[in-house]
């Protein structure tokens, strides 16, 4: 059996994956992958210790977390798809008319 340490080693690595790439790239659809990534994996967290536990109510709250997810990577895809019409670029740095 694997122990709980490595599942929240794997989480805290994916997440911080998902932070780095956040922080560091300037593409809009790389920064909506980031995103996923950082929701993957604090839902990794969530079922390890639910397992742990023995409690389901971390993986009932995974399953609305991937619902959010499901639900914000279309609707960002639908307002890139939109600038991109617009703009012709993804990149976070050109896109600097939506302000105010």
């Known amino acids: 059996?694997?122990?709980?340490?490595?599942?929240i080693l794997l989480?805290?690595?994916?997440?911080?994956?998902g932070v780095i790439g956040f922080l560091m790239r300037r593409n809009v659809i790389i920064i909506l992958m980031s995103i996923e990534l950082m929701?993957?994996?604090?839902?990794i967290s969530l079922i390890?210790?639910?397992?742990y536990l023995q409690d389901p109510r971390g993986q009932i709250l995974t399953f609305f977390i991937i619902t959010v997810a499901a639900a914000e990577a279309?609707?960002?895809?639908?307002i890139i798809?939109?600038?991109f019409r617009n703009k012709a670029t993804a990149h976070v740095d050109?896109?600097?008319e939506m302000q105010g």
């Open 94 to 96: 050109n896109i600097h």
């Open 39 to 43: 929701l993957n994996g604090v839902n």
């Open 81 to 83: 798809i939109a600038l």
């Open 74 to 78: 279309a609707i960002g895809l639908a």
């Open 11 to 17: 989480s805290t690595a994916v997440f911080t994956i």
């Open 1 to 7: 059996m694997v122990p709980l340490n490595w599942y």
């Open 48 to 51: 390890a210790f639910s397992h």
